[in-house]
């Protein structure tokens, strides 16, 4: 009979066959192109694979862009790791394609003796004969744990899989459609997309996991067929729906499908008053739960129908979650704006505080000096969780200010962990308390954190930035590098992974490399945080002019835009330059600087 061609690497072990990955001896969940990918790398161990060569073996005959590919590398990175060795099990040849780095064991295994007896030697008589009596027993007691070995070895690899442990159904909610017919209404369909899943979030979060609206955004409009969506994403279910909004009323439209069938398990149409818009939400929220057999907690089966919606505060808050999404300067001010107007018109809902208080924390660092927007917003977290104690977002605001304003350490702790209880499948929650175990040194468990972010917010790139922060300060470089370069590739237009990666290149005393990322940080960016950033690791890597050019560029800016105090500091202290740096490090300590 055929023998099957088995490829081992790490504690992974991949079936070319039956095109199945097993890690530890338990099956792990890829999509096909993922695992068509993987194979033909791995395949090729220790050879660069051309773009061209992956794309034609991947989706052989058919066209398709080279994003897709790199979108199965990032997948793939995700998922296995980084090697034993401590490399990554795929290596990026620049304008060329990849290589799988790890080494490779092919083993080849004949189906017909899988299950064969071992077949046990006879002692030989002269040597029973010469060894001491415990040889006699030592023997017999080694085979035994020979064969128990080797049972067990059978097992993991055979049965387990039928058997694989109980698992989250894995949701995504995709961007509902605005059915109005005017754009201006695109902010409507958003919050609920949004409001969807931070419900969804909390129902049953030890059985269901949503995916974050951050990774979900880029597929508004969307022509991406189900079956790939889910893929992208690591998904077994998608929501999707429509939304139409005349007068006082409100139509919506939503219908649950299974991604890999891309088969429709219920479609549902609501048109009801806008009053009722949150009846509705819940609604759907059951009918999915009932849909994937999952039992709702005691708490939301007996909770009490939601109270009408404020139409006024209610637009007001969708407004202003839309200028949160779309990250400037500007479109923050805004949204402060829109929920403080929400507020008047209906003071007693908890989100709109949350939310008030998200949109002052977005305006930190970058944009506003915390000493100033700090307290606001833990004014504005206090009242969210004291109308809402089973908000999640609002423990996670008022986690971020006790941990980087008030410095608390056992208060932030308290409420990230609360938030984890209510929501895990919140990133911000994951990434809230990765910041905390980094802030106290507890690196390893903060960067298994982080990936728990991944997992409900895979593409999103602000959680990525954030992130990023993380890895560099836990002083691994070279995962440093690889982060910011993966995040590069998510958004090739934001600053921050730049400005990390000069740092990174600098501290691994690659100074050209630093050089040209803190150059593409200025040129993609024109905040005075993250061009001082960029001075800060052309000192490092030597670049003492081009390193003063930069820090007077941010200085200058800085007349009419904040800046990090803390970061200036630190630019100054790899100038040398020690009464400046202490004295900005002054400004940063009264600045509550983060």
């Known amino acids: 009979m055929k023998a099957k061609r088995l490829f081992a690497f790490g504690p992974y072990c991949l079936d070319a066959d039956e095109r199945v990955l097993l890690g530890d001896g338990q099956p792990v969940t890829l999509p096909p192109k993922d695992l068509e990918t993987l194979l033909v790398l791995v395949e090729r161990a220790g050879h660069i694979v051309d773009k061209e060569e992956l794309l034609q073996k991947v989706w052989p005959g058919v066209f398709v862009e080279e994003g897709n590919l790199s979108r199965r590398i990032f997948n793939l990175r995700q998922v296995l790791g980084d090697a034993p060795d401590g490399r990554e099990y795929i290596e990026t040849i620049p304008r060329r394609g990849y290589r799988f780095a790890a080494a490779v064991r092919q083993e080849e295994e004949a189906a017909a003796t899988r299950f064969a007896t071992p077949q046990v030697s006879e002692p030989i008589p002269t040597l029973a004969r010469a060894q001491p009596s415990r040889t006699r027993w030592l023997l017999p007691l080694a085979v035994v744990m020979a064969l128990t070995v080797m049972a067990i070895v059978v097992a993991r690899r055979f049965w387990s899989p039928r058997n694989p442990p109980v698992q989250r159904a894995m949701l995504a909610v995709l961007p509902f459609e605005n059915f109005s017919g005017d754009p201006r209404e695109d902010y409507f369909a958003d919050g609920l997309t949004e409001e969807m899943i931070a419900q969804l979030g909390q129902l049953q979060p030890a059985k269901l996991g949503v995916i974050a609206r951050t990774s979900i955004v880029r597929y508004k409009h969307t022509k991406e067929s189900m079956a790939q969506i889910g893929h992208e994403l690591g998904v077994g279910y998608l929501l999707e729906g429509s939304v139409r909004r005349g007068g006082d009323r409100v139509r919506i439209t939503a219908q ?323 009464e400046k740096a202490l004295e900005s490090m002054q400004q940063a300590f009264l600045e509550r600087s983060t």
Not at 351 to 366: F, H, I, K, N, Q
């Open 256 to 578: 649950l499908i299974q991604a890999t069938e891309q088969t429709h398990l219920w479609a549902e149409s609501y048109e009801r008053p806008l009053t009722d818009v949150l009846n509705i939400q819940r609604e759907i929220a059951e009918k999915i739960t009932h849909s994937l057999s999952i039992q709702l907690l005691p708490a939301q089966t007996g909770a009490s129908a939601p109270l009408p919606v404020n139409l006024e505060s209610y637009d007001k808050y969708l407004l202003g979650l839309h200028e949160v999404g779309e990250d400037t300067q500007e479109s923050v001010n805004k949204a402060i704006q829109y929920f403080q107007e929400g507020i008047a018109k209906n003071p007693k809902d908890a989100r709109l505080y949350s939310a008030l208080a998200e949109a002052y924390t977005a305006a930190t660092t970058y944009y506003s000096s915390p000493a100033e927007v700090m307290p606001r917003a833990k004014e504005a977290a206090l009242e969210a969780v004291q109308l809402d104690p089973n908000l999640a977002s609002g423990h996670v605001r008022l986690g971020y200010v006790r941990l980087f304003s008030d410095w608390d350490w056992p208060a932030a702790e308290k409420e990230y962990r609360r938030a984890l209880e209510i929501n895990p499948s919140l990133p911000e929650a994951q990434l809230g308390y990765a910041n905390y175990l980094g802030t106290l040194g507890g690196f390893e468990e903060a960067l298994a954190r982080v990936q728990q972010a991944y997992l409900v917010d895979p593409l999103a790139v602000e959680s990525r930035k954030e992130a990023l922060w993380i890895y560099y300060f836990s002083g691994r470089m070279p995962e440093t590098v690889e982060q910011a370069q993966k995040t590069i590739e998510l958004e090739p237009s934001a600053g921050v992974p730049y400005a990390i990666l000069a740092l990174a290149y600098a501290q691994m005393g690659k100074p050209a490399e630093a050089l040209r990322a803190a150059a593409d940080t200025v040129r993609i960016s024109s905040s005075p945080s993250l061009i001082a950033t960029a001075a800060s690791a052309l000192a490092r890597a030597g670049q003492t002019a081009k390193a003063r050019q930069f820090l007077g560029d941010a200085l200058e800016k800085a007349k009419k835009e904040y800046v990090c105090r803390f970061i200036v500091a630190d630019a100054y202290a790899d100038l040398g330059e020690k």
